[in-house]
């Protein structure tokens, strides 16, 4: 009997669902760089033999933070998966709308999915979508576990230099200069953020600081992504991944305190490999305009 596979790409790590058994894999998250497509091809490979997959493969449904941005390369990449796995049928998407199918049933309202970067979609009633920041770490990501754990860094230079204000952050023994050597950087950065945590709940200022312009941040992208789509009425707002799972309400209370009235804060039905398992067992549905689809020929 054939199966089908869910897979989950993150910058830190991914995830991959064997379908109906449930059996799960893991392999290396997406890093940058000329060779971020064949290491997320090797992380696929790695993360199917560490699932025990065997069995012939139907439907692969991938969301993945390394969607190729590219005129056909999304096309060109599901062809190398359809290889790769001797599938039938690959859809691939970016891992936002992965994020979006798991945690809201009926596909509607915002969907801001946070861990090492954030990415923000709204999709309407009508089908139409909008997608805000996933802009990266350079030029967006705001409120993300990277911006967060680079702004701890930061104040870390600083207090050290005596440039800027005492904070327990410094406490720590790394040397953020370092981490410009190293190929998974964006991801080093974003391991700082639990610590920035933690001094916050401590009562440390700085740290508090931090968090603070966080939430502001995730709250601006929250509002704009509601007041993108049509009426006046309340709209589900889902916070997924793992940032808002490590921080929980330390970080989604003051959010939800900068939020307009019209986004309500929902619980996610489910995680953005729930989302991929929903797009390898059904239609794509609201999330057709956003699936790069292949098949074997």
């Not at 999304?74 to 001797?86: I, K, M, N, P, W």
């Not at 691939?92 to 970067?117: E, N, P, R």
């Not at 330390?250 to 989302?275: F, I, M």
Request: glycine letters at 12%; one cysteine or more.
């Amino acid at each position: 009997m054939k199966v089908n596979l869910a897979v989950d790409g993150g910058q830190s790590a991914l995830r991959l669902r064997v379908l109906p058994t449930g059996r799960t894999g893991s392999g290396p998250g997406y890093t940058h760089g000329a060779a971020a497509n064949e290491r997320m091809l090797d992380a696929i490979r790695e993360a199917a033999a560490d699932a025990g997959l065997v069995e012939p493969v139907g439907v692969v449904a991938l969301g993945l933070t390394g969607f190729p941005p590219e005129p056909g390369a999304a096309a060109a990449f599901a062809g190398r998966v359809l290889d790769l796995l001797a599938a039938d049928e690959v859809r691939v998407t970016q891992d936002m709308v992965t994020a979006h199918a798991g945690a809201l049933a009926d596909g509607y309202g915002v969907v801001v999915a946070a861990g090492t970067g954030l990415v923000c979609l709204a999709v309407d009633r009508d089908g139409s979508w909008h997608k805000l920041d996933g802009h990266g770490y350079l030029f967006g990501d705001a409120g993300s576990a990277f911006a967060i754990g680079r702004a701890g860094l930061v104040a870390v230079q600083k207090a050290r230099d005596g440039r800027g204000a005492v904070t327990k952050l410094a406490d720590t023994a790394l040397d953020p200069v370092t981490f410009y050597r190293s190929p998974t950087l964006v991801d080093d950065v974003a391991r700082f953020a639990p610590s920035v945590l933690r001094c916050a709940a401590e009562g440390d200022v700085v740290a508090e600081g931090i968090l603070s312009r966080a939430a502001a941040d995730i709250a601006e992208t929250i509002d704009a992504a509601v007041a993108k789509l049509a009426g006046d009425g309340p709209v589900p707002v889902a916070c997924v991944g793992g940032l808002f799972a490590g921080a929980g309400d330390q970080l989604l209370d003051p959010v939800r305190q900068k939020l307009s009235t019209r986004a309500q804060l929902t619980e996610a039905a489910g995680s953005s490999l729930d989302g991929a398992e929903r797009l390898a067992t059904s239609a794509p549905g609201p999330y057709a305009d956003l699936t790069v689809i292949q098949r074997k020929l």
